[in-house]
């Protein structure tokens, strides 16, 4: 079993940046594909990135390409979303996910476990 906590969701202006991090409770969680969906109210959920074990490969929503990067900490464990350049349409909840496949899933059904999720608002 493998626990995602996510942090650093928070309010900010029109262009602004935040950065959500992604902390698995077992050093293992090195052997999984991280990704991260978002959910705004009244919609279904979005996949929005994705980052292979080794850290290599990643992928990404065309809304998000060149504004929120993706990558794994040190060691491992801990994946990170920077996200740039925000826009009211980024408004949602962010939720972490961990799972076994080898290429970055790009859909729920390719994830074994979930965090809580964070809040991420963007004023105008």
């Known amino acids: 079993q493998v626990q995602l906590v996510e942090s650093g969701g928070g309010l900010v202006q029109v262009g602004g940046s935040l950065r959500l991090a992604c902390a698995a409770s077992?050093?293992?969680?090195?052997?999984?594909?991280m990704g991260w969906f978002r959910q705004a109210p009244g919609k279904g959920s979005e996949f929005v990135a994705a980052?292979?074990?080794?850290?290599?490969?990643?992928s990404y929503a065309d809304s998000v390409t060149g504004r929120f990067p993706i990558s794994r900490g040190n060691a491992k464990n801990t994946v990170y979303l920077q996200m740039n350049s925000l826009n009211p349409e980024d408004t949602a909840v962010y939720y972490c996910?961990?799972?076994?496949?080898?290429?970055?899933?790009?859909?729920?059904?390719?994830?074994?476990?979930w965090g809580q999720g964070a809040q991420v608002t963007v004023s105008s």
């Open positions: 980052i292979s074990r080794s850290g290599v490969s990643t």
């Open positions: 996910a961990a799972g076994g496949q080898l290429i970055p899933p790009r859909t729920r059904a390719g994830y074994d476990y």
């Open positions: 077992r050093r293992a969680a090195s052997s999984y594909t």
